[in-house]
């Protein structure tokens, strides 16, 4: 009978052991935890002085032209990837080399969005709610439709019959200052363009924008940041009366809708077909006349630099534009075309070479979206990240010989993917990239189809700030080539 009541009770008996037990783990696990998923470190760093943080560091190195050297100073001093940093008062995130600029470009506005420091959203203010980001993300699309392949290609003889004015100029003098030139060219250029004037005197303030950009923000006279805001603000005075005649040129049909960048945003409307105010206009197309003046006065310059300290490589550009001049004469024709431009390969690998050891643009900022693991290490939202050109350009790992002067790595397929990234890349890339291609180009078959030049101070110095700059601005004397 016991037996016939143990089998009786035995599924009442499994039921009472398999609560006791769950009871008794139950109770095991409140006392005992399970260790929860531990989150992953924030990338290793300092973040330097309260506020300044290591932004003095930083603009010692800019100005020696070797931001290179302190992301490559940190990524081996940590052993990471990425690491952190204090700049104009923000901590931020640099991802370190090619894969570094691979992840951003690839993560636009997935992971990562535009952001700007405070001292430029001071100088270049907007007028409404909407945020940074989405403010430039309109103006690349309007930018970008504007500078479209089909579009850009009709650009090249107004280009072309700028730099021809100049080039008369240069006949009548003995020496010239190649940062001066080059600068009143891209503003020529740059005025005609965008604004649909040829009066670049009128835009000579924004000359002053370049160096406040990357400051504390300390708007004292005599800080460079005072000075970009009093150029902002006497550009904003110009533009605002260049807006007035082009709406009147407008209503009197005496301008056509998409002749210059001006005009484009004039006509231009939103999803909800509302147009863009003045002021936003305003702001920027001095934006604009910012981007399309200082970089490419820079690569300008030493394009003849290199040139005139390279011979060899002065001839071989001489002979290429000399064979694509000896074609337009034998056409009949006087300026040049888009088809002429492509045939410019070891002049734009020249160029090329001249912006991976002297990048005109240091590189952008971005702001996390979301957290996300790079390289082992948490990048939480909101965290400002910095995005800089010369870490990669000097790599040689990508770059053998890296501080030699050598267009050749360009042929073919060129270097490494995301190694030289002088116009950015991924959904954000620079959309005046074929324009600044071809300002360049144009200038370069110019300048040496009429002249060899001789430099007048060997190894002069050279600061950053934040563009490249020749100390003296690259006197040169000029030998127009004989008949």
Known sequence: MAIEYLFLFSPLLGIISFISISLLLRNIYKHNPKPTEISPPPPPGKT????????????SYLRNGALDKFVSDRSNRYASKVFTTSLFGYPMAILCGAEGNKFLFSNENKLVRIWLPSSVQKIFPKSHDTTIHEDIIKLQKMVGAFFKENAVQTLVGQIDS?????????????????????????????CRLFLGMDEPEKLEPVKEIA???????????????????????ALCAEIVEIIKQKKMDHLEKKALPTQDILSHMLLATDENGTFLNEADITSNLVGLLHAGFDPIRAALTFVMKYMAELPHVYNEVLREQMEIAKSKK???????????????????????????????VLGTFREAITDFTYDRY?????????????STHKDPKHFKNPEKFDPSRFEG?????????PFGGGPCMCPGNEYTKLVILVFMHNIVTNFKWELLIANEKVTFDPHPRPAHGLPVCLYPHKP
């Not at 708007?219 to 460079?224: Q, R």
């Not at 948490?378 to 010369?390: A, D, E, T, V, Y």
Request: charged share 20%; hydrophobic share 40%; with cysteine.
């Open 48 to 59: 330097g002085w309260p506020l300044v943080g290591e932004t003095l560091e930083y603009l």
């Open 162 to 190: 700028t730099m021809k004015q100049h080039v008369k100029t240069f006949h009548d003098c003995e020496q010239i200052n190649v940062r001066n030139v080059a600068g009143k060219y891209t503003l020529a250029v740059a």
């Open 211 to 233: 160096a406040g950009i990357l400051s504390m923000g300390i708007n004292f006279p005599g800080t460079a940041f005072h000075r970009a805001l009093k150029a902002y603000k």
């Open 330 to 360: 034998e056409k009949d024709q006087v300026l040049l075309n888009w088809e002429d431009t492509r045939k410019m390969r070891y002049s734009w690998n020249v160029a090329c070479e001249v912006m991976r050891l002297m990048p005109p």
């Open 378 to 390: 948490l990048i939480p939202k909101g965290m400002k990240i910095h995005w800089i050109s010369h």
């Open 413 to 421: 397929n060129g270097p490494p993917p995301f190694a030289f990234v």
